[in-house]
DNA sequence: CTTTGTGCTAACAATATTGTTAATCATTAT
DNA sequence: ATAATGATTAACAATATTGTTAGCACAAAG
């Protein structure tokens, strides 16, 4: 027969082509007739598995807002390492984080403003990685600061840098392929440099380049 | 009677209502009815005076375009002035351009994302515009460079640069106010404390600060 | 006064979208 | 073998959403 998927991997079907039309067209975009039909199964199987849209959605969401924790909690783990390096990995994976999921900022931007009692999911579970990350930047920088090998800069201010810099590239991805279309090589030449570019820009406003 | 809208400026008020619909909501989000709702009219009138709802979406969509273009031709006009002043009014003009229309950077994205046959229109009304004000823009730098100024950097990331950390505060405004919510006094002092940091940051990094 | 045109309303229509349900199928346990 | 349980389907139902249409009101022009 033309179907493999004999028993219980439906749900995981569903759940697969639900992600990608979350992601790609926002709550209100996404169709359940549309994700089941991607999934090539009823949509009363969506119904059957999820009861509703809004269930469906919900463990997207939290799925998502997981790898945003996890990416964070990532960074964390670099104690060991000098400023420097810490954040040169930090930005750079970071970076592929994004590169690796381009649809999720745009997603979890948009449907935490159109659902603002999701924030208090975000509260509790990123805000905390949030706090952790900048406290762990800002007492790294101080001590560097102190031996004279950086500047004094507010971690809060380098952390927004780093994300604002970082999400902009995907954010902006149809507007900067058309606007600057023939002005670099290729899409993957420039994310390459567009990476190396905002390390830069960072360790240059910490005066941590050249030591 | 509780109408003072007599006889012509129905289309007016459909048209503010779904503005801010279209803006909020985006496409898909945006209902007919709702919007006639909000204007106060039936929502047959939105048919009457724009068709579709597609068409009724060309209207904002085009005119948030051009709002767009007025705002990068307006920084091309300060030429006059030296680098140094044209950066930080630039920058701080792109700020404010954001702050008085707050919603717009996400609506631009989420609609161009979703129907890319729109990019034709940003081919020919953005990007010319974006070439002129980088062009002119390294012009000034290479000019500066030569006389030991400033550093040689590439225009066009210097305004990636500026776009991405402009528009990063209101594309994650509802991030940010949860996770840093006790951490900066008021959302006013933070935006005013942002951009100044935003236009540090440019300066600093084509060290324009001590010349 | 009538005619004409425009704005407007209410009701209808068509389709899209989400959700439900009764019946069937398959698999496993008894 | 049979009962039971869970997965699946097709059909139905309810509401939401977009769009249309026939006619009314009213002002301006003849």
């Known amino acids: 027969m033309d179907r493999a998927n004999n028993q219980r991997d439906t749900e995981a079907l569903i759940l ?29 199987m969506l119904h ?24 964070m909690f990532g960074v ?8 420097r390096e810490r954040l040169v ?23 935490l403003h159109s659902l603002p009692d999701r924030l208090e999911a975000v509260k509790y579970k990123i805000a905390p990685l949030a706090k952790a990350v900048i406290d762990n930047l800002q007492a790294a920088i101080d001590e560097n600061n102190r031996r004279g090998k950086c500047r004094h800069v507010d971690a809060r ?6 994300v604002s810099l970082n999400i902009f590239p995907f ?12 002005l670099f090589e290729s899409r993957e ?7 190396k570019e905002n390390v830069r820009t960072i360790l240059d406003k910490l ?5």
């Open 207 to 211: 005066r941590l380049d050249y030591e």
């Open 157 to 162: 201010m380098i952390v927004m840098d780093i």
């Open 171 to 182: 954010l902006a991805n149809p507007l900067i392929s058309t606007t600057f279309g023939t």
């Open 89 to 111: 990995q930090g930005i750079e994976g970071h970076f592929d984080f994004i590169a690796a999921n381009p649809l999720l900022p745009r997603f979890v931007f948009n449907e």
């Open 189 to 195: 030449a420039f994310l390459e440099m567009r990476k």
């Open 16 to 44: 697969q082509a639900a992600e990608r039309e979350f992601l790609e067209k926002g709550y209100t975009g996404a169709k359940t007739t549309s994700i089941a039909e991607a999934a090539g199964v009823t949509h009363a």
């Open 76 to 83: 964390i783990g670099n104690t060991g390492l000098p400023l």
């Open 48 to 71: 059957y598995y999820f009861r509703t849209k809004d269930k469906l959605f919900e463990k997207i969401l939290a799925d998502k807002l997981d790898k945003l924790g996890e990416i």
